[in-house]
């Protein structure tokens, strides 16, 4: 059994799909990022950055005490090797996929969740950020198209780099971005899109960049407001 600390974000989702897509027996528990559930106790001691997703896997290979994981590329990578799926053994195909699993977790996440932020969440426009973090995502998603040109998936064959990256396109108009300008990654999304894990993934799922958001300034003091705990 592997309890997932969840919310419906996009790498919560990341780990949601792969549940669904590998049929791991598991359980989902929510952690209401909204009403700062990532910060009690109890789940710092899951996750140190206060994040979510989490896991903790009750039956790790090694048949050790439960396994606690935090870091949604890692989280990816430790359930692709422990079911045999989604990760290739032979060493050239799993560099490849490795290497879009972490570009996604060091690029596109964090550049897509940027703009995401400044477009939706910000309290106040701040020109620069939107232009700077737009052309950024745009550069990013030209990155992918080029990619997949030729390619079912992103490593060829499907894997946990298309889980990691579908997330983040998802909400591509909250990024200002038109999948009309990237030719192949539509086609890419339109595949993926069409997969049944992935629809039942997104099933009753609220978009987190939807345009209409709307946050309190409590909501927004807790989900961005956050420093190091003094001590």
């Not at 106790?41 to 996750?47: C, D, H, R, T, Y």
């Not at 596109?108 to 700077?132: C, S, T, W």
Request: with cysteine; net charge neutral.
């Amino acid at each position: 059994m592997i309890d997932l600390y969840f919310w419906p974000t996009p790498n919560g989702l990341k780990l949601k799909l792969f549940m669904l897509e590998s049929g791991l027996v598991h359980r989902l528990l929510p952690v209401n990022i909204g009403k700062g559930e990532q910060f009690d106790a109890e789940f710092l001691k899951i996750s140190p950055n206060n994040k979510i997703p989490a896991l903790v896997d009750h039956a790790p290979a090694d048949g050790g005490a439960p396994l606690a994981l935090f870091e949604s590329g890692a989280m990816l990578q430790y359930l692709a090797d422990k079911t045999g799926r989604f990760l290739p053994s032979d060493a050239r195909a799993r560099a490849q996929t490795l290497q879009w699993l972490y570009w996604q977790v060091g690029g596109l996440g964090p550049m897509a969740g940027q703009i995401g932020h400044f477009n939706i969440y910000a309290p106040e426009k701040v020109p620069y950020a939107i232009d700077r973090y737009t052309r950024e995502t745009h550069r990013l998603y030209g990155v992918l198209d080029r990619r997949l040109a030729g390619r079912d998936y992103i490593a060829d064959a499907y894997s946990i780099a298309d889980m990691a990256c579908y997330p983040w396109i998802v909400p591509h108009a909250s990024h200002g971005q038109s999948l009309q300008d990237f030719p192949e990654l539509r086609r890419w999304f339109e595949r993926m899109r069409e997969r049944p894990a992935v629809q039942a993934t997104y099933a009753d799922t609220p978009d987190a960049y939807a345009p209409n958001t709307s946050i309190s300034d409590e909501q927004r003091r807790i989900l961005f407001g956050q420093g190091a705990p003094t001590r």
